[in-house]
């Protein structure tokens, strides 16, 4: 099986840098991603990983190390917009469809 | 390119019901892909199914079944309803091997 963990709630100030880390244990890994959700929306995807290192996209970025067991997804420039939910999310080697979630860090943005 | 579809977006049923929660997948995805998500919680897997069979599942009971038609839509059943099964539902449709997986906007199910 697998366990994820991340922190539940983060506050931060408009303009600031977010790091939210996201901790796994798995008996099989392939791939992590992350999701943005805004309350009563459908998650959408931020990131992918799959290998070790820095994957940058805009003012996100997400980083993995594979033998940590460890994730991270950065946010810089914070906008009042970024405030939701952020989801991380490991796959599991035997299932395609099958991504097992944490119960995502609330994210608030203030002015 | 059309996105995943829920319907209906909200619904309310009494304990012991049965209800039915439907999902178009994006254009050109094959799989779909359940999930139950409990207010403050991240969304748990319930199943997956891909040209029409189921082929993973979660650790859900009997009585949450699926379908999935030629079209690759998909319903999610539930009987014998429950007040724990008061959830946001979403359907994922993804392309099998392919890394993307779209959500709809989810099912809110209240069981009172």
């Known amino acids: 099986g697998q366990n994820i963990d991340q922190p539940t709630e983060m506050t931060a100030t408009e303009g600031a840098i977010v790091q939210i880390n996201c901790t796994y244990q798995t008996s099989g890994f392939n791939g992590l991603f992350w999701y943005q959700q805004h309350a009563g929306e459908a998650p959408t995807f931020l990131s992918y990983?799959?290998?070790?290192g820095l994957e940058e996209k805009g003012r996100f970025s997400s980083f993995l190390s594979r033998s940590k067991g460890y994730s991270y997804l950065l946010l810089k420039e914070l906008q009042m917009k970024d405030s939701a939910s952020y989801l991380c999310?490991?796959?599991?080697?035997?299932?395609?469809?099958?991504?097992?979630f944490g119960a995502g860090t609330q994210v608030v943005v203030t002015p | 390119e059309t996105g995943v579809t829920q319907s209906p977006t909200h619904l309310i049923k009494t304990r012991g019901q049965q209800v039915t929660l439907r999902c178009s997948s994006q254009s050109g995805h094959n799989t779909v892909s359940w999930y139950q998500q409990a207010l403050g919680q991240g969304p748990q897997f319930i199943f997956q199914?891909?040209?029409?069979?189921?082929?993973g599942r979660g650790n859900f009971p009997p009585r949450f079944s699926g379908l999935q038609f030629p079209n690759y839509s998909s319903e999610l059943n539930v009987n014998a309803l429950e007040l724990d099964d008061s959830a946001l539902y979403l359907c994922?449709?993804?392309?099998?091997?392919?890394?993307?997986?779209?959500f709809g906007s989810g099912t809110r199910l209240t069981v009172v």
């Open positions: 199914y891909y040209r029409e069979e189921e082929n």
């Open positions: 994922a449709s993804s392309l099998r091997d392919r890394i993307g997986y779209t």
């Open positions: 999310a490991v796959r599991d080697v035997d299932s395609w469809g099958k991504l097992q």
């Open positions: 990983n799959v290998l070790d």
